[in-house]
């Protein structure tokens, strides 16, 4: 969704009186518009009492945060080590391969953004991936194949 | 009206990941199609996961289980007579008598899989409550003598004396003190943070409620990483819940989600995170015990560690402390992960071998190849080989070995790994994570990845070994946290345990 900025003025509205109120705050416009812009940044930092700085400080420290948005489904492969020794990294490769682009990257169609990501809790059950919000365990080429096109749909 | 069958079918991340929200949806269809009346239970799970989705049905003899189950199967698992027990291929009988789980001491996990986790009903029909109740005929001295009694110790990978912590905050002066639950399980191959606050969320809440009467604090947060959606989503519904049966009479709890921070699992750092910062270390002293959120008094405690306090008020701290080896008293819930036959989640007195938990409860790997290195603790934890299989777990075992126990994470490689990869891996992962505050940690993880790259080239490997080696020693001492202070650990445990793959041909 594009910037809005009445909208965002809502949204911080709602977490503004939370003790430490900056990360929901931040989380909230992440998952509404998809991404925390520069306009955002101001008007957080006005909003909260707190200098761009701080505000920019925080955003760029967390990897959840996006400065611009991303594809329409965030495809996330797990690269820690449960997941390495079920064949992440291959599997990494291969996703890489067939999207055409590299971690944090988009398609050119706009779909798909592809992250790394540290740990979903599944490594009893490696490698794990997750696709929008789809859990896929046991995770291979064609199960991440077909959750991207349900997505699709 | 014919009788209502339950049927459990499990919610936790790992059974939803394997497909069974699918198999609860053919469940009711082919009930609905059949004419049966059933009642679907989204249970967390036991823990099988291998078994996972690990369908249970409640018959007039106790519970069946059935698993791995696939949509597929679900017409024959009617067919077969499931709702009455009947035989089929992926039958286990009852669940709890599966060896995995017979053998097995659960505390924490008592009620985990077994119970509908957001069914406060379940919950006190299972024992939920008593342990506050028993904490309120206690009062707050006696509480916290029942805690330190019990040897508990921080289930998050430090081991400190919980009891310790909470008198340390308790004799603190100030009237406002906070009781932080540290849900930032960031360690690959654990999962037992979220297994508990999937499949028994009221366990963690009344624990936390205990803690804040036991240290005079009346409001609590969560601190959960956003990577553990289905969690946080039953954490939400469990905070209703609770709060309508009057759970936060004494003390509010608030959930916060993290974003995206492995060091934010690290204390101080995940308390600046929660008062809305970067997450950065800060430097101890002063304790967060002493100076915590907002400058106040916190108990930081690890999901584990508050959801066993209530089980350990209703059994008693004498027979949790008489579990044990060591100074490692009661059980760990420890995890298998990785390439392993079965996963999942096992809860034990600490003691048992390394060797027990990967052969004989693990069954050895799931590629059927031999077991080539174990990394216990997460990724700031040792590889340790199949010579070191004789080491139990337990606290002070692993670390005169130079490993840790860490959150009990079992993370297991066949023999197709490198380990110079893994040990450039950990120093990749560290400059990834590090929050950037101290020297050792912010350049050193880079230099080390340097250092790694040229090893692994066949650059002169002997002076970059000595080098990586001296390096590893700068971290350790001079690290603010344990992200750069243990990430020797991994590094410098596979260059000795597994010399041959760092010198290459």
């Given at each position: 969704m594009?910037?809005?900025?009445?909208?965002?003025?809502?949204?911080?509205?709602?977490?503004?009186?939370?003790?430490?109120?900056?990360?929901?705050?931040?989380?909230?416009?992440?998952?509404?518009?998809?991404?925390?812009?520069?306009?955002?940044?101001a008007?957080?930092?006005?909003?909260?009492?707190?200098?761009?700085?701080?505000?920019?400080?925080?955003?760029?420290?967390?990897?959840?945060?996006?400065?611009?948005?991303?594809?329409?489904?965030?495809?996330?492969?797990?690269?820690?080590?449960?997941?390495?020794?079920?064949?992440?990294?291959?599997?990494?490769?291969e996703?890489?391969?067939?999207?055409?682009?590299?971690?944090?990257?988009t398609?050119?169609?706009?779909?798909?953004?592809?992250?790394?990501?540290?740990?979903?809790?599944?490594?009893?059950?490696?490698?794990?991936?997750?696709?929008?919000?789809?859990?896929?365990?046991?995770?291979?080429?064609?199960?991440?194949?077909?959750?991207?096109?349900?997505?699709?749909? | 009206?014919?009788?209502?069958?339950?049927?459990?079918?499990?919610?936790?991340?790992?059974?939803?990941?394997?497909?069974?929200?699918?198999?609860?949806?053919?469940?009711?269809?082919?009930?609905?199609?059949?004419?049966?009346?059933?009642?679907?239970?989204?249970?967390?799970?036991?823990?099988?996961?291998?078994?996972?989705?690990?369908v249970?049905?409640?018959?007039?003899?106790?519970?069946?289980?059935?698993?791995?189950?696939?949509?597929?199967?679900?017409?024959?698992?009617?067919?077969?007579?499931w709702?009455?027990g009947?035989?089929?291929?992926?039958?286990i009988?009852?669940?709890?008598?599966?060896?995995?789980?017979?053998?097995?001491?659960?505390?924490?996990?008592?009620?985990c899989?077994?119970?509908?986790?957001?069914?406060?009903?379940?919950?006190?029909?299972?024992?939920?409550?008593?342990?506050?109740?028993?904490?309120?005929?206690?009062?707050?001295?006696?509480?916290?003598?029942?805690?330190t009694?019990?040897?508990?110790?921080?289930r998050?990978?430090a081991?400190?004396?919980?009891?310790?912590?909470?008198?340390?905050?308790?004799?603190?002066?100030?009237?406002?003190?906070?009781?932080?639950?540290?849900?930032?399980?960031?360690?690959?191959?654990?999962?037992?943070?979220?297994?508990?606050?999937?499949?028994?969320?009221?366990?963690?809440?009344?624990?936390?409620?205990?803690?804040?009467?036991?240290?005079?604090?009346?409001?609590?947060?969560?601190?959960?990483?956003?990577?553990?959606?289905?969690?946080?989503?039953?954490?939400?519904?469990?905070?209703?819940?609770?709060?309508?049966?009057?759970?936060?009479?004494?003390?509010?709890?608030?959930?916060?989600?993290?974003?995206?921070?492995?060091?934010?699992?690290?204390?101080?750092?995940?308390?600046?995170?929660?008062?809305?910062?970067?997450?950065?270390?800060?430097?101890?002293?002063?304790?967060?015990?002493?100076?915590?959120?907002?400058?106040?008094?916190?108990?930081?405690?690890?999901?584990?560690?508050?959801?066993?306090?209530?089980?350990?008020?209703?059994?008693?701290?004498?027979?949790?402390?008489?579990?044990?080896?060591?100074?490692?008293?009661?059980?760990?819930?420890f995890?298998l992960?990785?390439?392993?036959?079965?996963?999942?989640?096992?809860?034990?007195?600490?003691?048992?071998?390394?060797?027990?938990?990967?052969?004989?409860?693990?069954?050895?790997?799931?590629?059927?190849?031999?077991?080539?290195?174990?990394?216990?603790?997460?990724?700031?934890?040792?590889?340790?080989?199949r010579?070191?299989?004789?080491?139990?777990?337990?606290?002070?075992?692993?670390?005169?070995r130079?490993?840790?126990?860490?959150?009990?994470?079992?993370?297991?490689?066949?023999?197709?790994?490198?380990m110079?990869?893994?040990?450039?891996?950990?120093?990749?992962?560290?400059?990834?994570?590090?929050?950037?505050?101290?020297?050792?940690?912010?350049?050193?993880?880079?230099?080390?990845?340097?250092?790694?790259?040229?090893i692994?080239?066949?650059?002169?490997?002997?002076?970059?070994?000595?080098?990586?080696?001296?390096?590893c020693?700068?971290?350790r001492?001079?690290?603010?946290?344990?992200?750069?202070?243990?990430?020797?650990?991994?590094?410098?445990?596979?260059?000795?345990?597994?010399?041959?793959?760092?010198?290459?041909?």
């Open positions: 594009a910037w809005d900025k009445e909208r965002a003025a809502g949204i911080i509205e709602t977490y503004q009186h939370l003790d430490g109120p900056a990360l929901p705050v931040l989380r909230a416009l992440q998952l509404e518009f998809g991404h925390v812009p520069d306009e955002a940044v008007q957080v930092a006005e909003a909260l009492n707190l200098s761009r700085a701080e505000v920019h400080g925080v955003v760029t420290f967390y990897h959840d945060f996006r400065r611009t948005p991303g594809g329409r489904t965030d495809l996330k492969i797990c690269r820690a080590e449960a997941c390495q020794a079920m064949g992440a990294d291959a599997l990494a490769d996703a890489r391969r067939r999207l055409g682009i590299d971690w944090h990257g398609t050119k169609d706009g779909e798909v953004t592809l992250e790394p990501m540290f740990c979903l809790g599944l490594c009893s059950v490696a490698p794990a991936a997750q696709v929008g919000d789809r859990l896929i365990a046991r995770a291979d080429w064609p199960k991440l194949e077909e959750a991207l096109l349900k997505c699709r749909r | 009206m014919p009788s209502m069958t339950r049927i459990y079918v499990p919610a936790d991340s790992a059974a939803l990941a394997l497909g069974a929200d699918d198999v609860a949806i053919a469940v009711a269809a082919e009930a609905k199609r059949l004419g049966v009346a059933v009642e679907i239970v989204r249970n967390g799970s036991r823990g099988m996961h291998w078994l996972e989705p690990l249970e049905v409640q018959t007039a003899s106790g519970r069946i289980g059935y698993g791995p189950v696939t949509v597929s199967d679900v017409a024959g698992l009617f067919a077969a007579g709702l009455e009947g035989v089929h291929a992926l039958g009988g009852d669940p709890a008598q599966h060896p995995f789980l017979a053998r097995q001491t659960r505390w924490t996990f008592s009620r899989g077994i119970i509908d986790p957001v069914s406060w009903q379940d919950y006190t029909a299972h024992g939920g409550g008593q342990g506050l109740a028993r904490a309120r005929a206690l009062g707050a001295k006696a509480t916290l003598e029942a805690i009694a019990s040897g508990l110790r921080g998050g990978g081991g400190f004396p919980a009891g310790i912590k909470w008198r340390t905050v308790h004799d603190a002066p100030g009237d406002v003190k906070y009781v932080v639950c540290n849900a930032d399980e960031g360690d690959s191959g654990t999962f037992a943070d979220r297994m508990v606050m999937e499949g028994d969320p009221f366990a963690l809440l009344e624990g936390m409620v205990i803690c804040a009467l036991a240290v005079g604090a009346r409001k609590g947060f969560i601190y959960i990483r956003s990577e553990y959606p289905r969690a946080i989503a039953v954490l939400e519904h469990a905070l209703v819940v609770a709060r309508a049966n009057g759970l936060f009479e004494d003390c509010a709890i608030e959930l916060r989600i993290g974003a995206g921070s492995y060091v934010c699992g690290e204390e101080t750092a995940l308390l600046e995170s929660l008062e809305g910062k970067r997450g950065q270390v800060r430097a101890k002293p002063p304790l967060p015990a002493h100076h915590g959120l907002f400058g106040k008094p916190t108990v930081v405690n690890n999901v584990l560690t508050l959801a066993t306090v209530p089980e350990i008020l209703v059994r008693g701290a004498e027979a949790y402390a008489a579990l044990g080896t060591g100074r490692s008293r009661g059980t760990l819930p995890q992960a990785g390439n392993i036959k079965h996963g999942g989640l096992f809860e034990a007195p600490f003691g048992l071998t390394l060797g027990e938990i990967v052969d004989d409860i693990g069954g050895g790997t799931a590629t059927g190849r031999p077991v080539r290195a174990v990394q216990v603790g997460g990724p700031l934890g040792a590889y340790f080989p010579a070191f299989f004789d080491t139990p777990l337990d606290y002070e075992a692993f670390a005169a130079d490993g840790l126990v860490g959150h009990g994470g079992v993370v297991v490689f066949d023999e197709s790994v490198d110079a990869r893994q040990a450039r891996f950990a120093m990749e992962f560290c400059a990834a994570e590090s929050c950037g505050k101290c020297t050792p940690c912010r350049v050193g993880s880079v230099r080390g990845m340097e250092v790694i790259d040229k692994l080239a066949g650059r002169d490997v002997d002076a970059n070994l000595a080098l990586l080696d001296d390096l020693s700068t971290l001492l001079g690290s603010l946290c344990a992200l750069g202070g243990f990430v020797p650990y991994p590094v410098l445990s596979a260059v000795r345990h597994f010399p041959q793959d760092f010198r290459r041909p």
